[in-house]
């Protein structure tokens, strides 16, 4: 998977954090996925068709999910577990938003769909198509998972392969 | 962050439709409307609801998400904008790539700005697009971002 793909995702993820929660998130690790996807806490998916096609998962452990919830409805009270899954899904919603929004502006063209909650224990995975990268980021708030399953579609590929596209 | 409450031709309060598929997000922005001094007079969750909570309501300012289920916020602003002209329609969408901007501005929305929404940011926007509207009911759009 290129760094010109994977770049928007990292910027936008500490610009909506450090924007809703008021704090920093620093890359701990990052690995490729072969197998399926585990969750470690509370998550979101959001899929995107067009040139870009496949899907991004957002997961945050409790701790960051429940201080999420907190911090986006900006008040103190002990967030419900409804309410915990439907802030994940606006930080989801906000971050990949503003990714694909940075990626759309270099020409891809693509279609975001709404997020929905992931909470299947195991799902996505690469594939021969689509590798799939895993970002975790340490936040003083709690742990994010970036999932990132996406690919190039076969004219972007094309162009991709013979170096029409940069970064 | 206080804010003076909007007035519009001397209306005690702006009414606010407020589009969102995310309950979370609408809650949020409600909580705004009222820190502005607004009033909520309807939401909705896809495009669909948002044309007949229009034609329920006719409310001063809606804000309004773009990726929705059923029917998106761009194409619920082309028909809300041809059967009401004068609806005054802010985007508030984390997608704001030029493409859709400009098409939600084309189809007749007033104004753009991208989540997660600075509260001050949005409260100018409102300020604008109400004078705006005053001064001149059918003016093309701007962004904000």
Known sequence: MKMDLIQPFV????????????????????????????????????SVTGEIHG????DMDNQAAQQAATDLAGAP?????????????????????????????????????PPEVYATEEGQGGTKETETIVMRFETPKGTIYLNIAIRYNS??????????LTA | MEFKPLTCDGKPKIRFLVVDDSIFARKNLCRLVQAFGGEVVGEAGDGVAAISQYDATHPDIVLMDITMPKMEGIEAVEHIVHDHPEACIVMV???????NILSAL???????????????????????????????????????S
């Open chain 1, 11 to 46: 910027n936008s993820l500490d610009a909506v954090i450090s924007e809703t929660m008021g704090c920093t998130a620093q890359i701990a690790d990052v690995t490729m996925d072969e197998g399926h996807y585990r969750r470690s806490g509370i998550a979101a998916l959001v």
């Open chain 1, 55 to 58: 899907s991004v998962v957002l």
């Open chain 2, 93 to 99: 969408s984390s997608v704001g790539y030029q493409d």
């Open chain 1, 155 to 164: 004219r972007r590929a094309r162009d991709s392969a013979a170096g029409v």
């Open chain 1, 77 to 113: 009270d002990t967030p419900t577990e409804d309410a915990v899954r439907e802030a994940v899904c606006e930080l989801t919603n906000m971050v990949i938003g503003n990714a694909v929004t940075q990626l759309n502006d270099r020409g891809f063209k693509f279609k975001v769909h």
């Open chain 2, 106 to 144: 084309q189809k007749g929305a007033r104004h753009f700005i991208q989540k997660p929404v600075k509260p001050e940011a949005l409260y100018e926007i409102i300020q604008y697009v109400l004078s705006d509207a005053a001064a001149q009911p059918q003016a093309t759009g701007d962004v904000h």
